[in-house]
């Protein structure tokens, strides 16, 4: 079954909507990455008018930014700490954009959105 993106079939009151068309191409969804933590592996999508989307599907490294030294490294994944878009990704070591992971220097907040971008970048909070 395809994710569809369109318009609901019903309204938030609770009446139908009268559809007026069919499905469209350009409003189909796609499965979440959820973008787990072990060695690399990206997936490339092709999306509308022929451009590419990096799917990042696994990671261990990330680009971590430190504020005080104002410096990037690439640092190793030790394991995810916290997640405010899903409090069972925690357990399930998936990353997404706000989650807290543990690195080699210390605490680091996610700034990219991994499943969309193909990239782990993150802020040194600690």
């Known amino acids: ?4 993106q369109s318009r609901p079939k019903r309204k938030e009151t609770g009446g139908r909507y009268i559809a007026y068309r069919k ?32 799917r990042m599907l696994s990671a261990d490294t990330a680009n971590l930014f430190d504020p005080k030294s104002k410096s990037f490294k690439q640092v190793k994944i030790k394991t ?15 990353m997404t ?7 080699e220097l210390g605490k680091a907040r996610i700034t990219s959105r991994p499943g969309q971008d193909g990239i782990v970048n993150a802020v040194l909070i600690s």
């Open 97 to 103: 954009k706000g989650a807290v992971v543990e690195t």
């Open 80 to 94: 995810i700490t916290d997640n405010p878009a899903n409090r069972h990704f925690i357990r399930r070591n998936i």
């Open 1 to 4: 079954m395809a994710l569809s």
């Open 23 to 54: 499905k469209r191409q350009y409003e189909l969804g796609r499965e979440p990455s959820f973008t787990k933590l072990s060695k690399k592996r990206v997936q490339i999508i092709r999306t509308m008018g022929a451009n590419r989307k990096l």
